[in-house]
RNA sequence: GGCCCCGUCGUCUAGCGGUUCAGGAUAUCUGGUUCUCAUCCAGAAGAUCGCGGGUUCGAAUCCCGCCGGGGUCACCA
């Protein structure tokens, strides 16, 4: 079987949103599945819509994400160089074959020119046609014009590794710009003649280019070039499911979800299954499974809704997947500003009792925070607490007291506590949802926390009693 | 407007002529897990499979028409 090489081809005009992390996913799982290759192209080509820090943004992303590349710009490799700005020669020489061949000429037109042509057809609620102008005489050449492929209209069928069997009749091929005035080729040419010299095997491409595959085979078959099996993917839709996302509909740059807190093999999971899925119900897949069962031809036709809350489950799903060790390591940028000098052991503790609590790490510091440092007593928890508010003053103190009493001695472990904590419900004769409440809210002052045996023998016994002391002060 | 692609619970999806007039996940709601939040467990609600024809003993699954959505028609990718 034919070595499968696959690429992707990056514009580098910003940031990149979860529509080219995907198709970069894709690409990724196939060579690896295949034991190929995959490549990173850099195409720019379009000197104005270039930005220069794009590319060592684009880079970050994908390393990030682990979707490790053969080669590419930075490591280079046979075919190199991996950016096409670099390449301008290649594209050039090949636009020569073309205009030896017959199959290219010079675009005598100007941009205004060519505009009017194009508003007519408009006007006339027409399909704009090049070809319908093409000059009966065009002068030679000297690349300060565009190169124009002089197509030869036909109908195509082709395979399509998701959509399947296409056709498109010869309205849908015309004389497309190869090597544009400044001397930069477009991208329908320049991908071209790369894949080919590149030896990609499988183009993945979102839908929007689908139109323009019937150019690319009048084309392919100009440079008497075997095409590679090609693949389109569905949109990922905008929340709004009206339209593919896109950066206008504030699709948020990959690496914001690096920030908040979501694990990258949490990412993957959900973009692989954002449009594929291996036919089962298994819904969260490590990146080793992904590899191994992906297939392209269980990629949907239809787009799909980008839907955080999804996400947001997903995430959490891995993250308690984790080891502690593991999970350690991850969130070591996320904890709050108190715990930089808390002991790595203490704050492993902490790590584990709210692990099923972390949807992204960004949470850590709102979860975690008063195991760090003492918060100021706030009281309204315990007037706004339905079973607490009941009680006066007084009554409240008493309870403090002998929960302050009853966990003095003992070892302070989970299992002390339990059994120290539930003889306090007999000897007291409170409810739980009294007596653990209130001790809960005295030893955390927050709203929500893991269970009490738990947070107080991480807190430590000094801790514990301390806040309830501060509490039975702070009540009036 | 031409051409092309798509159309199953709010959302992601299973389903590829009959054990499925629809399964799973998520989101929502309810109950349970000695306190809160979360996890976990149980349960509820939620899709006349875009619509209309046809083929067939039988269709979400095949065919046709229509409707709806999207893409494309750049010296952008």
Do not use: C
């Amino acid at each position: 079987m034919k070595n499968v090489r696959t690429r992707f081809a990056v514009s580098p005009t910003g940031y990149m949103h979860v529509g080219g992390a995907r198709n970069a996913l894709f690409d990724w799982l196939l060579a690896k599945q295949k034991g190929g290759q995959f490549i990173l192209r850099i195409e720019d080509t379009d000197q104005a819509r270039l930005n220069k820090e794009a590319v060592s943004h684009i880079i970050d992303t994908l390393k990030w994400l682990g979707l490790n590349w053969d080669e590419g710009p930075d490591n280079g490799g046979p075919h190199a160089p991996y950016t096409q700005s670099e390449r301008l020669d290649i594209y050039k020489e090949w636009g020569q074959r073309l205009i030896k061949s017959g199959r290219a000429y010079t675009d005598p037109y100007s941009i205004e020119e060519v505009e009017s042509f194009r508003q007519a057809a408009q006007k006339a609620k027409k399909p704009f046609l090049y070809r319908e102008h093409r000059p009966t005489n065009p002068p030679k050449w000297d690349g300060n014009q565009p190169l124009r492929l002089k197509s030869e209209p036909k109908a195509y069928k082709w395979h399509d590794e998701v959509l399947g069997e296409l056709q498109a009749g010869p309205e849908a091929i015309d004389d497309f710009v190869l090597i544009k005035s400044d001397g930069f080729a477009t991208y329908n040419f320049s991908h071209i003649v790369d894949d080919h010299l590149m030896e990609v095997s499988h183009i993945i491409r979102s839908q929007e280019f689908l139109a323009s595959v019937p150019r690319y085979l009048n084309l392919y078959e100009a440079l008497d070039i075997q095409p590679p099996v090609m693949a389109t993917l569905p949109f990922i839709m905008a929340p709004d499911g009206k339209r593919k996302l896109s950066k206008r509909d504030h699709a948020k740059d990959v690496l914001d979800y690096a920030r908040d807190g979501y694990l990258p093999e949490a990412i993957v999971n959900f973009l692989a299954t954002l449009g594929w899925n291996d036919g089962t119900e298994q819904e969260v897949f490590s990146v080793d499974e992904l590899v191994q069962k992906f297939s392209l031809s269980r990629v949907h036709r239809g787009g799909a809704k980008f839907d955080e809350q999804r996400l947001t489950w997903l995430n959490g799903a891995h993250i308690r997947q984790l080891n502690i060790e593991e999970l350690y390591k991850r969130a070591e940028k996320f904890w709050p500003k108190d715990a930089e000098d808390a002991p790595n052991e203490y704050k492993k503790q902490v790590l584990a009792i709210v692990q099923e609590r972390l949807k992204y790490l960004a949470e850590l510091p709102d979860l975690t925070n008063f195991f760090f440092q003492g918060l100021p007593v706030d009281n309204s928890l315990i007037t706004s607490h339905k079973q607490l508010k009941k009680l006066s003053v007084a009554e409240l103190k008493e309870l403090l007291t002998a929960a302050k009493v009853a966990l003095k001695d003992g070892d302070f472990s989970v299992n002390d506590l339990t059994e120290r904590l539930n003889k306090l419900l007999e000897t007291t004769g409170q409810k739980p949802a009294v007596l653990f409440s209130l001790i809960r809210i005295a030893t955390t002052q927050a709203p929500a926390s893991p269970g009490l045996a738990e947070t107080m023998a991480v807190l430590g016994r000094e801790a514990s009693l301390l806040r309830i002391e501060q509490q039975i002060d702070n009540l009036n």
